[in-house]
């Protein structure tokens, strides 16, 4: 059975940082892409970083360019999300996703297949 678990979230203020982490279990991830979105309340899931498995390709969303940094370790079949510079608009519950390989991450989070339970971020300002 396939298996996501995110962890990392938690309070934190303005300014400040944390890193999400994803754990996958129940297949082999080493070659799917990976994606983070977060949902905020009474707004809709939105795209904010990908990274292909393949080739490493990292797209991020413009809001987080910069302060956001996705990362893989395809050993752990675990993917991270560094988050600096965190503002009170990041705030939202934050998910992963797995979606089958392809050459260039998607920001559709309609293209993966599997989804964590989502872990929360909230940034006090």
């Known amino acids: 059975q396939v298996q996501l678990v995110e962890s990392g979230g938690g309070l934190v203020q303005a300014g400040g940082s944390l890193r999400l982490s994803c754990a996958a279990s129940g297949r082999t991830f080493s070659s799917y892409n990976w994606g983070w979105f977060r949902q905020a309340p009474g707004k809709e899931r939105e795209f904010v970083a990908a990274i292909s498995g393949t080739f490493g390709v990292i797209r991020y969303a413009d809001s987080v360019k910069g302060r956001f940094t996705i990362s893989r370790d395809n050993a752990e079949s675990t993917v991270y999300l560094q988050m600096n510079s965190l503002k009170s608009e990041d705030t939202a519950v934050y998910y992963c996703?797995?979606?089958?390989?392809?050459?260039?991450?998607?920001?559709?989070?309609?293209?993966?297949?599997?989804w964590g339970q989502g872990t929360q971020v909230t940034v006090s300002s």
């Open positions: 996703a797995a979606a089958t390989p392809r050459a260039l991450p998607s920001l559709n989070f309609a293209t993966y297949e599997y």
